[in-house]
């Protein structure tokens, strides 16, 4: 009963660094999206996936990309983190045909200095 | 440009108190509203509505959607600490868009005992 599972739940990169947030989900879900949450901003769409081989960008794209090779698996690349991108990071997924009520994995508290 | 907004951006009562959370959308191709619960980590799903009218309803908290006017509001009578979170609304599309949520940037709410 895992649902959708993030990691890592935690890190810090020095500015250049690149990295990958890994993203699962076990519930067969068509649709998958990346968000970051800064404080007072709400939910902002990073990218998201309609299915297998399918990705968009959502509001705020630069600095990151996405593959979903996958049913399960949607992971957020980021090429050359800075500073801009510390923020809290947030996968989820949905089953868009039934019902649009995103499932969230727990976060990604991301510092980059 | 599709938006969604909520209000007031934050909160505090005491508890035992009754609060109105606001959220007004324009969004093209409306489908649902959902509204989540934000406490300190992922944000968890409290209700969808896809109907004008009709109250959803647990435990303390209802909320109901007026689609000729579009807004909805949640509220949550007899306020307790535990209430305290940022409550998030969020919209979802028909079409080729379907599945993608647009989030507003939440209410603050802190219940003082």
């Known amino acids: 009963n895992a649902g959708v599972t993030q990691t890592p739940k935690f890190q810090v990169l020095k500015t250049g660094q690149s990295m990958t947030l890994q993203c699962a989900q076990d519930?067969?879900?068509?649709?998958m999206s990346w968000y970051r949450q800064d404080p007072g901003m709400g939910l902002r769409l990073i990218h998201y996936?309609?299915?297998?081989?399918?990705?968009d960008q959502g509001e705020v794209p630069n600095g990151y990309n996405v593959s979903r090779s996958t049913t399960e698996d949607f992971p957020l690349r980021l090429l050359s983190a800075a500073p801009s991108q510390t923020s809290v990071y947030f996968c989820?997924?949905?089953?868009?045909?039934?019902?649009?009520?995103?499932?969230f994995g727990q976060g990604t508290r991301l510092t980059v200095v | 440009e599709d938006k969604v907004v909520q209000s007031p951006l934050s909160l505090v009562v005491h508890e035992g108190d009754t609060v109105t959370l606001n959220c007004s959308y324009e969004?093209?191709?409306?489908?649902?509203l959902l509204w989540y619960k934000q406490e300190k980590k992922a944000p968890t799903f409290l209700f969808m509505l896809?109907?004008?009218?009709i109250e959803k309803k647990s435990g303390r908290l209802s909320s109901i959607l007026d689609k000729k006017e579009l807004f909805s509001i949640l509220n949550i009578t007899a306020t307790q600490t535990g209430d305290s979170a940022v409550y998030l609304c969020?919209?979802?599309?028909?079409?080729?868009?379907?599945?993608?949520?647009?989030f507003g940037r939440g209410t603050q709410l802190t219940v003082w005992p």
């Open positions: 989820a997924s949905s089953s868009a045909l039934d019902s649009p009520e995103a499932f």
């Open positions: 519930m067969n879900h068509e649709y």
């Open positions: 996936s309609v299915g297998a081989g399918i990705t």
């Open positions: 969004v093209t191709n409306f489908r649902s």
């Open positions: 896809t109907s004008s009218g």
């Open positions: 969020a919209v979802g599309r028909r079409g080729s868009t379907l599945g993608r949520l647009y």
